[in-house]
């Protein structure tokens, strides 16, 4: 059974930082691509990185690339997004999720096949 568990979100005050971490059991983690998302109230969710299974690609969203750091622990079975210079922007849920696919660089809500239940960033002005 596969089962991805986030944990590191809270409140925070524009430009702080936080780590949010994905805890994942029941594949073969090292072999796929990880993705995080968001989702603010009202609108969809949105890509926000990736990283291929070896951590040795990464990819980021326009909104988020040089704030944000994607990376991942095979050792650990974990996924983990480090956010700087936050903005109040930045506020969603997040969500980390896993391509079983093999797909490049994979994007799209669509692409992903499982999904953890997400855990909140509120960052205050």
């Known amino acids: 059974q596969v089962r991805l568990v986030e944990s590191g979100g809270g409140l925070m005050q524009a430009g702080g930082s936080l780590r949010l971490s994905c805890a994942v059991s029941g594949l073969a983690f090292s072999r796929y691509t990880m993705g995080w998302f968001r989702q603010a109230p009202g609108k969809e969710r949105e890509f926000v990185a990736g990283?291929?299974?070896?951590?040795?690609?990464?990819y980021y969203a326009d909104s988020v690339k040089g704030r944000f750091t994607i990376s991942r622990d095979n050792a650990k079975n974990t996924v983990y997004l480090q956010m700087n210079s936050l903005k109040p922007e930045d506020t969603a849920v997040y969500y980390c999720?896993?391509?079983?696919?093999?797909?490049?660089?994979?994007?799209?809500?669509?692409?992903?096949?499982?999904w953890g239940q997400g855990t909140q960033v509120t960052v205050s002005s």
């Open positions: 990283i291929s299974g070896s951590g040795g690609s990464t």
């Open positions: 999720a896993v391509d079983l696919q093999h797909r490049s660089a994979a994007r799209t809500s669509y692409e992903y096949d499982y």
